[in-house]
C-alpha cells in the first residue's frame, strides 16, 4: 500500500515557499464552474475564491471530464482563522474520544480531517473542495458525504477507499484522473480535497518550493 504523508507530517512545514503573488480570484464570476450552494451563508464570499494558477486548472480539468459530468466547486479560500477554529475543535473532539492520547497522536489524527493551520493549503488559497455533477446539478454517488470524517465513514472518506460500491469508485477514478492531468494534487485521506501550488503539492510532486502561502482576502471597499 501507498505510503499516505499527512499534512501533519514535518516535510510538509520545511517545504520552502516563494510566493508567486497571484491574486485570489472569485470562481463565481471568473469562471464557468458550477458552485454549489452550501456555503453561502459566507457573505463574504470567501470560500469562493483561489489563486489564478488553480481556477486556470479546474477549467482545465472540467474539459477533461466525460460529455454530461462536471465539476461542482464546493470550498476553496478558508481564512486563517476559520482553519485555526477547525482544526481545534476537531482536536478538542479526539481529545475528548482518546483521553490517552498524547499531544502529537491528537495532533496526527487531527490531520486526516484538518489541515494544520500553519501549512493549510485552503488559507493559501490553494485547495479546492469539490465533487461531480449530472448535467442537471445533481451531484454524484462518491461514496461518502463531502466532508465525512474518518470515524463516521469508517475510512470509506479515504479516496482510494475499499469499502464503497463499484459506481463510487468509478466516478472518483474519473475526477481523479482529470484532477491529475491537470496538475493538481489529492489529499488521500479526503477523496474532494485537491490543490495547487501549496506546500503538500510541492512534496508530492517534488517541485522545489511551493508557490502558495497563507494569503489575506482583500476587504472590499464600499
Known sequence: MTEIVLMSDPRIAAVPLQERGERLVDVRRDSSLAVDERK???????????????LARLLKAQAQLPRGIRLLFVEG???????????????DQLRADHPDWSVEQVRSAASRYV??????????GAAVDLTL?????????????????????????????DNISDQARSHRDT????????????YPTEWWHWSY???????????DAAHYGPKELPSKRS
Open 40 to 54: 453561502w451563508q459566507d457573505l463574504a464570499g470567501a470560500f469562493a475564491h483561489v489563486r489564478e494558477g488553480v
Open 175 to 186: 475526477l481523479g484522473t482529470a484532477l491529475t492531468a491537470a496538475g493538481l494534487v489529492n
Open 197 to 207: 501550488g501549496d506546500r503538500y503539492w510541492a512534496l508530492m510532486t517534488g517541485a
Open 133 to 161: 455533477a449530472d448535467a442537471d446539478g445533481r451531484e454524484l454517488d462518491m461514496g461518502t458525504r463531502m466532508n465525512a470524517t474518518p470515524e463516521e465513514s469508517a475510512g470509506a472518506c479515504y479516496t482510494q477507499a
Open 115 to 124: 489541515s494544520p493551520p500553519e501549512i493549510a493549503p485552503h488559507s493559501a
Open 77 to 91: 479560500y478558508r481564512p486563517l482563522s476559520l482553519q485555526r477554529h477547525y482544526f481545534d475543535e476537531y482536536g
